[in-house]
């Protein structure tokens, strides 16, 4: 049997990595030959590496709760 190493999921991950269902963040065991490709695309890095930081204009996710909102500390008045 193949000997396994941990990946972390990027932000740039759809929901499934390598045929598993995923989340971003989630850490999860794959083969050399698995992870091949899914780290060609950029949606898995390293366990122990920290993946840059992906923006909404490079194609990164977007938190739907602070966008537009410094610190995210303001509330609606209405």
């Given at each position: 049997m193949a000997e396994k190493?941990?990946?972390r999921v990027t932000d740039a991950a759809g929901p499934y990595v390598a045929g598993r269902k995923v989340k971003i963040g989630d850490?999860?065991?794959?083969?050399?030959?698995?992870?091949?490709y899914e780290l060609q695309r950029?949606?898995?890095?390293?366990?122990?590496?920290i993946?840059?930081?992906?923006t909404p204009e490079?194609?990164?996710?977007v938190d739907l709760?602070?966008?537009?909102?410094?610190?995210?500390?303001?509330?609606?008045?209405?």
């Amino acid at each position: 049997m193949a000997e396994k190493t941990l990946f972390r999921v990027t932000d740039a991950a759809g929901p499934y990595v390598a045929g598993r269902k995923v989340k971003i963040g989630d850490v999860i065991p794959l083969t050399s030959a698995q992870a091949e490709y899914e780290l060609q695309r950029g949606v898995i890095a390293p366990h122990g590496s920290i993946p840059p930081l992906r923006t909404p204009e490079d194609g990164g996710a977007v938190d739907l709760v602070t966008r537009g909102v410094d610190g995210g500390a303001r509330r609606s008045k209405r």
